[in-house]
């Protein structure tokens, strides 16, 4: 889950064994402990490629999400997100999509986009096999690093429910139990203090009621709501400390 880059200025003596796993420095009894994937020496300068180098071995590993501007895609179209999750490659310099768990052993992957550009369905099942898997965190594609995340393992949506990824309409989805399921993040950048929000979100529920996302701590804040009973429309606003407030319909499929 981490990469490490290091350049070290040539000296004149010469060595011809190396050791992956090898010796440490300061005694010949310390190894590397820890797995190993890739391992790549240059005998030349590669400082002009570093970035390069590192942005191919991060689309491969999955070790981080760059926040670098995009070039192509959604987000490069329409620019300006403070924050962006889905299903789908909204930026060419996202890798990652989201971060799950099985519950066999909770172990912990990050999951990419495949060929095109959609989640990468296979190396979910791949990894839960018969498992359950759930989503950690759901990785920001905008140049902010707002990612969602979940510690607590009762609280994590559900991808994968041991047999296959989870489905709406045909396309991947997480799915929120309507009890605890929550992610969370925070914006302390890319929010513009008493500008405007703008929120578009791909959803479906079957309560009468379902709060798809929201700022509320208590009893105050900014939420949004979907009414299912109607089928018809959105509802958000802002509430008060004590209740109250103001919120407005927005109709839903346009």
């Known amino acids: 889950d981490a ?3 290091a ?5 004149s003596e010469t060595h011809s064994t190396f050791h992956v796993g090898g010796l440490g420095h300061t005694n010949n009894s310390t190894r590397w402990n820890g797995y190993v994937q890739e391992a790549i020496l240059f005998g030349v300068s590669t400082k002009a490629n570093h970035s390069a180098i590192a942005t191919d071995i991060n689309s491969n590993y999955l070790i981080y999400q760059p926040t670098d501007t995009p070039t192509s895609g959604l987000l490069a179209t329409y620019s300006g997100a403070a924050a962006a999750y889905s299903v789908r490659q909204l930026s060419d310099k996202a890798v990652i999509a989201m971060r799950i768990r099985r519950d066999s052993d909770d172990a912990e992957t990050n999951i990419g986009f495949d060929s095109n550009g959609d989640l990468d369905t296979t190396a979910i099942s791949d990894f839960c096999s018969t498992a359950n898997g759930y989503v950690v965190e759901w990785a920001d594609q905008s140049t902010n690093g707002n990612h969602a995340t979940q510690s607590t393992n009762a609280n994590q949506p559900q991808i994968y429910n041991g047999t296959a990824v ?6 991947p989805a997480l799915d929120f139990d309507g009890t605890n399921d929550k992610l969370q993040f925070d914006l ?16 479906q529920s079957s309560d009468a009621n379902a709060i798809v ?9 900014w939420y949004m709501i979907s009414q299912a009973t109607t089928n018809t429309s959105v509802h958000a606003g802002m509430t008060g400390p004590t209740g109250g407030g103001s919120s407005t319909n927005y109709w839903k499929n346009g």
């Not at 350049?7 to 000296?11: A, D, F, G, L, Y």
């Open 166 to 171: 989870i489905t709406e309409n045909s396309k």
């Open 188 to 203: 302390t950048t890319g929010v513009q203090s008493g500008g405007h929000w703008h929120a578009f979100h791909v959803m």
């Open 213 to 221: 996302m929201s700022n509320r701590s208590v009893n105050h804040g």
């Open 3 to 5: 990469a490490q880059q």
């Open 7 to 11: 350049s070290t200025t040539p000296v």
